[in-house]
């Protein structure tokens, strides 16, 4: 059984940085997709950013070309690098195992606003 606990979510001014962690137990890490995803308010939650192995790598638009996803197998950790953000960027952000492995983190509440 996998569980997740994400940290790292707080309030930013828009422009502003933040970086996402998920922390894993149990499972094999290193060979478990990994996903973000982010639920705003009033919205579905949606997949933002995955990783299959070290690089194997896939962004929404929304994301591309702001969001880097990356995995440290030895902590068993996944990041969420979030850089130039706007106020749609704000919501809860969900860590994902989704293969083989399947577990949903808490959660961590990102707010982007002046």
């Known amino acids: 059984q996998v569980q997740l606990v994400e940290s790292g979510g707080g309030w930013v001014q828009p422009g502003g940085s933040l970086r996402l962690s998920c922390a894993a137990s149990?499972?094999?890490?290193?060979?478990?997709?990994m996903g973000w995803y982010r639920q705003a308010p009033g919205k579905q939650r949606e997949l933002v950013a995955s990783?299959?192995?070290?690089?194997?790598?896939m962004y929404a638009d929304s994301a591309k070309g702001r969001f880097t996803i990356s995995r440290d197998n030895a902590k068993k950790t996944v990041y969420l690098q979030m850089n130039s953000l706007n106020p749609e960027d704000t919501g809860i952000y969900y860590c994902?195992?989704?293969?083989?492995?399947?577990?949903w983190g808490q959660g961590t509440q990102v707010t982007v606003s002046s």
């Open positions: 994902k195992a989704m293969a083989p492995s399947y577990a």
């Open positions: 149990g499972g094999v890490f290193s060979i478990t997709t």
């Open positions: 990783i299959t192995g070290d690089s194997i790598t």
